[in-house]
């Protein structure tokens, strides 16, 4: 149900919890979650890069695929 006096001059604005981008939903086994998360704040934390090995906005290299035979 929409809000009828709600606009978006009167809603508080969205404030993301990480700074360093677009979040993805992952799946990791319940034992190691709270780990994980503190070490995904911890990297969060951590100016971005390029040079950086523990984070940066480039993907990652990739292996050119080998010639398709026909």
Not at 22 to 31: E, F, G, L, W
Not at 42 to 56: A, C, G, R, T, V
């Amino acid at each position: 149900m929409t809000n009828p006096k709600g606009n978006e001059a009167s809603l508080a604005k969205f404030k993301p919890q990480w700074r360093n981008g677009i979040t993805k939903t992952i799946r990791v086994p319940v034992i190691l979650a709270d780990k994980i998360l503190e070490y995904a704040r911890e990297l969060d934390e951590l100016p971005i890069e390029p040079n950086n090995p523990k984070i940066s906005n480039t993907p990652p290299e990739t292996k050119p695929l080998p010639a398709r035979c026909e």
